[in-house]
Nanobody, 115 residues
Framework: QVQLVESGGALVQPGGSLRLSCAAS????????MGWERQAPGKQRELVAH???????HYSDSVKGRFTISRDVAKNMVYLQMNNLKPEDTAIYYC?????????WGQGTQVTVSS
């Protein structure tokens, strides 16, 4: 079992930056992949960034070049650095972990981009 807790969501102006954090209860070194998804009001949940433990990181086209996912295995943390934020980035952001056939999700953190 992996418990995930996101933090760092806030209200930010367009063009601003935020860093989201995801704290895992267990070792993320035992996961196959971790990542972030988001869900905007009235829309389906979409992938933002996916980082396998082995292999290349994947970003959605809408955030490529602006968002960066990273991890600190020693601290069991995953981060999402978000730069040049746009109003369309407004959503609840969820951290997830994959381990074998299991998926684990956090409770989400709200990001609002508005002037």
């Amino acid at each position: 079992q992996v418990q995930l807790v996101e933090s760092g969501g806030a209200l930010v102006q367009p063009g601003g930056s935020l860093r989201l954090s995801c704290a895992a209860s267990g070792s993320i070194a035992n996961t196959d992949a971790m990542g972030w998804e988001r869900q905007a009001p009235g829309k389906q949940r979409e992938l933002v960034a996916h980082m396998p433990m082995v292999g290349s990181t994947h970003y959605s086209d809408s955030v490529k070049g602006r968002f960066t996912i990273s991890r600190d295995v020693a601290k069991n943390m995953v981060y999402l650095q978000m730069n040049n934020l746009k109003p369309e980035d407004t959503a609840i952001y969820y951290c997830y972990a994959h381990r074998g056939v299991s998926e684990y999700w956090g409770q989400g953190t709200q990001v609002t981009v508005s002037s």
